[in-house]
């Protein structure tokens, strides 16, 4: 069985802040790893992800993830957050090939000016 | 390629009337999901399919649910008798068919608000 747990619901950081959202995961096989995000009333949008290859993961906007065996964790940072970053965040994790994800139950992401 | 289209973007309606919830998947894709998000629950898995046939669909709650996947391009989600506790919204996903050992993104339509008077 897999299962995601991200460390905050709500996480609020001033605007040019460094942005730390967490996730541990909980995986019986090797893990590919997601960070989904999702503004208000939109689909998600995949972030980046974790596929075995290296364990940091650059992605869109400015994120990245880095994989820690050791640690079961997978936690996403941006150095400086913009007011266009306020969104939620969800990360995921799924087995291999098209099996389903299961998610976190996200972060709620702020930015203050 | 438009992206995972899903229909209607909202829906309001009353307590056991039936609704139903459409997508279209990306052309080309062999993989379909259901997955609904609710404050409670977050988003979870109610179905997915393969080149149009049910593989799991352990996430769904109840019998009032039903999926179905006539053709590659065409899915539905229907609920009825409809409840208020089935207020959320749903969203499909659709993926193509990777090698052993590989990973292919799903990806995910605007999703349809569904309220239950």
């Known amino acids: 069985a897999q299962s995601v747990t991200q460390l905050g619901s709500h996480v609020s950081v001033s605007e040019g802040a460094l942005v730390l959202l967490r996730c541990n995961y909980s995986s019986s096989v090797p893990p590919y790893l997601f960070w989904y995000v999702q503004y208000p009333n939109q689909g998600l949008q995949l972030l980046l992800k974790?596929?075995?290859?290296?364990?940091l993961v650059n992605g869109i906007i400015g994120f990245e993830a880095e994989f820690k065996k050791s640690e079961t964790s997978f936690h996403l940072t941006k150095p400086s957050a913009h007011m266009s970053d306020a969104a939620e965040y969800f990360c995921a994790v799924s087995g291999s090939g098209n099996t389903p994800l299961v998610f976190g139950k996200g972060t709620r992401l702020s930015v203050i000016a | 390629d438009a992206g995972v289209i899903q229909s209607p973007r909202h829906e309001v309606t009353e307590m056991g009337q039936e609704v139903t919830l459409r997508c279209k998947p990306i052309?080309?894709?062999?993989?379909l999901f259901w997955y609904r998000q609710t404050m409670m629950r977050g988003l979870e898995l109610l179905i997915y399919f393969n080149n149009n046939v049910p593989i799991d669909d352990s996430g769904m709650p109840e019998d009032r649910f039903s999926a179905k996947m006539p053709n590659a391009s065409f899915s539905t989600l229907k609920i009825q008798p409809s409840e208020p506790r089935d207020s959320a919204v749903y969203f499909c996903?659709?993926?193509?068919?990777?090698?052993?050992?590989?990973?292919?993104?799903?990806?995910f339509g605007p999703g349809t608000r569904l309220t239950v008077l």
């Open positions: 996903a659709s993926s193509p068919l990777g090698g052993t050992g590989s990973y292919n993104e799903q990806f």
């Open positions: 052309s080309g894709h062999d993989y």
């Open positions: 974790y596929t075995s290859a290296a364990t």
